[in-house]
């Protein structure tokens, strides 16, 4: 399992000094990935564009905001950074010249010994692709395909060939390769029925956003779309389990002195155990990398949830992902139980755990089958017997047995 978080590239977050913090950080903590996202510019007016995940279909924040430059920015913190990876999230492929964007992300690998990862995206800014002169917007994801795999190749052989219906060339040399011996991956953004064909026969990844509104893919969703993905690669012949399956979402950890909001709880926000619960839900359906977005525009609270999530969600994680397969089974179940529970019952049951997980083995054998038939006995008569098994338990294991 692996986690890693979005940088901001754009709004009151976007500074340099809080980028710098933020990745730094999470590469202190161990993450395994930071992610940028792009955009070149932003058209005064975007009506015949629909931004796909907020609810109004617009972009926040309006068109006159600072915007980094997600290249540039990956520079600067393979400098900045030891070991965690770097990614885009996503790069808008049809808005730069291929063979340039493949040259630029190999030097990219090289100077951080291997560590980038390609999020490619098909984008959603008409007005965007007009004013970069990008091939036609109804033909971005045809250009898409093309030029991802023109950048594979640059990539991977040498001089370089490619006959495309949208790019040629003819006996280069693109040099240096890549540090990645086999390429950068690439992880395909988006949720389609386009972007998950993408996904299946191009796509190192599926990278999908969720739980931003209208693109939910709550763990039905996801299940059915991954299905889908791993279609896709059986029939060009592929290996589906070298797609990996990511998610990438709003993410928080609310402090121990923090009270729940009112209302349904958005999944993966709340205490560490159901932050935790929801992770594992979806690593049931095949998520092997989850990055996080912040949920707050206030640099010490990103800090704090990052490093709280490391050092209270995480190891929860680690821990129930290194039983055996058929305790993590149960483990699972119990958390749902527990978190669905009345907070009055939890809090009861939460001692007696603790308390039963003290009891030697043999006793605890005998211990279970006797809370079983006390949960089934009607409630006058079990407030009778609950004394009863607080005196039974004073008594010798031989005169129980």
């Not at 939910?216 to 889908?228: F, I, M, N, R, S």
Request: hydrophobic share 40%; aromatic share 8%; with cysteine.
């Amino acid at each position: 399992m692996e986690f890693g978080f979005s940088l901001p590239g754009r709004g009151p977050l976007a500074t340099p000094d809080t980028v710098l913090r933020m990745a730094t950080k999470a590469d202190a903590l161990r993450y395994d990935s930071v992610f940028v996202t792009d955009h070149v510019v932003l058209p005064t007016s975007m009506a015949r564009s629909v931004y796909p995940y907020a609810p109004t279909g617009q972009l926040a924040g309006g068109a006159a905001q600072d915007y980094l430059e997600p290249f540039a920015l990956l520079g600067w913190l393979a400098h900045a950074t030891k070991r965690i990876r770097l990614g885009t999230s996503v790069l808008v492929v049809p808005y730069r010249n291929p063979l340039v964007t493949a040259k630029m992300l190999a030097t990219l690998d090289r100077l951080s010994q291997g560590r980038i990862i390609l999020g490619a995206g098909v984008g959603w800014l008409r007005e965007e692709f007009e004013a970069l002169a990008a091939p036609p917007f109804e033909a971005r994801g045809a250009v898409t395909d093309e030029y991802l795999r023109l950048m594979r190749l640059t990539w991977t052989s040498d001089p370089v060939r490619f006959e495309g219906t949208y790019y040629r060339v003819s006996a280069v040399h693109a040099l240096p390769k890549p540090a990645q011996k086999t390429g950068i991956p690439i992880w395909i953004g988006g949720h389609t029925d386009a972007a998950l064909k993408r996904a299946g026969t191009l796509g190192d990844g599926w990278h999908p956003i969720g739980l931003r509104p209208p693109a939910l893919l709550y763990p039905d969703e996801y299940a059915a779309k991954a299905k889908q993905v791993h279609a896709w690669a059986q029939r060009a012949g592929r290996d589906q389990k070298a797609v990996t399956l990511t998610f990438r979402c709003p993410m928080e950890v609310r402090s121990k002195r923090q009270k729940a909001a009112a209302g349904d709880r958005p999944l993966f926000q709340g205490t560490a155990e159901e932050v935790a619960a929801d992770i594992l839900t979806y690593a049931a359906l095949g998520v092997s990398h989850f990055v996080f977005d912040p949920t707050h525009q206030e640099s010490g609270q990103v800090l704090a949830n990052i490093e709280r999530f490391a050092d209270e969600v995480r190891p929860k994680v680690v821990r129930a992902e290194a039983a055996p397969p058929t305790r993590r089974a149960v483990t699972r179940s119990k958390v749902v139980r527990a978190e669905a529970a009345p907070p009055t019952r939890r809090a009861v049951t939460r001692p007696k755990v603790v308390r039963a997980e003290a009891v030697p083995p043999t006793r605890r054998a005998v211990t279970r089958p006797t809370v079983v038939r006390a949960e089934a006995v009607p409630p006058t008569r079990r407030a009778v017997t609950r004394p009863t098994i607080v005196r039974a338990s004073g008594r010798s294991r031989r005169t129980r047995a």
